[in-house]
């Protein structure tokens, strides 16, 4: 598989199949997804990979609360589109994955070393952002690397919200934060052949905002 298919069908999967993945697996993608570029090489991302039952089982107390609250309101949003609606369907499913998330095989929690980040976006008027750009794209390369060994991802950003009660459960060390949760496992069914986006000419632009990039 080459990277522009992985790109195509990695997907977010919300159900796994009950088998395990195994070590070998997982380290396999970790060792090809720390060659992500991060500022000044300083690697501020560690990994907790989570199988036990009874802590994924408290990760999970710690998530839903916050998913509800969520689910509630997006719930109701969707009502109205009727039972076969796209919309409606994924928030469905994403509530199964929530609901269900101890049963998941992994809960991989992204923590990353908060000295190793240099964050340039502090006093501007807008949430900070710029701490993550030495954190996500190695987060991108495990679910692209986990994708290329047949194993499915969804991340979630939501018990984050919960990260002292996180940190103390999994004995995380001070100076360092969670940044995301990946749920991984062997998908239920299958990869996705077609995910929805929107085109390129509606989200690229040369030089200015109106100059969309024209296709090929």
Not at 4 to 16: D, K
Not at 41 to 66: A, G, H, I, M, S
């Amino acid at each position: 598989m080459d990277a522009l298919e992985a790109m195509r069908t990695v997907g977010s999967t919300r159900y796994f199949r009950a088998e395990d993945v195994p070590d070998e697996v997982v380290y396999r993608a970790a060792e090809a997804a720390r060659f992500a570029p991060q500022g000044g090489n300083r690697q501020p991302v560690r990994l907790v990979v989570v199988r036990d039952r009874t802590k994924k089982e408290r990760l999970r107390d710690l998530y839903l609360p916050w998913w509800r609250a969520y689910f509630e309101g997006a719930e109701a949003g969707t009502r109205e589109l009727g039972e076969y609606a796209s919309a409606r369907r994924a928030l469905l499913d994403a509530n199964h994955f929530a609901e269900h998330l101890a049963e998941h095989p992994l809960i991989i929690v992204v923590c990353a070393r908060i000295d190793a980040l240099h964050v340039t976006d502090l006093e501007l008027d807008r949430p900070s952002v710029v701490g993550g750009a030495s954190i996500y794209p190695y987060v991108q390369n495990l679910c692209l690397a986990l994708r290329v060994e047949g194993v499915a991802t969804t991340i979630t950003s939501l018990l984050v919200s919960s990260e002292p009660r996180v940190k103390e459960l999994l004995a995380i060390p001070a100076g360092y934060l969670t940044a995301a949760h990946v749920v991984a496992g062997y998908p239920a069914n299958g990869f996705p052949t077609r995910l929805s986006r929107r085109p390129v000419e509606e989200t690229v632009f040369v030089d200015t905002w109106d100059n969309p990039i024209p296709p090929p």
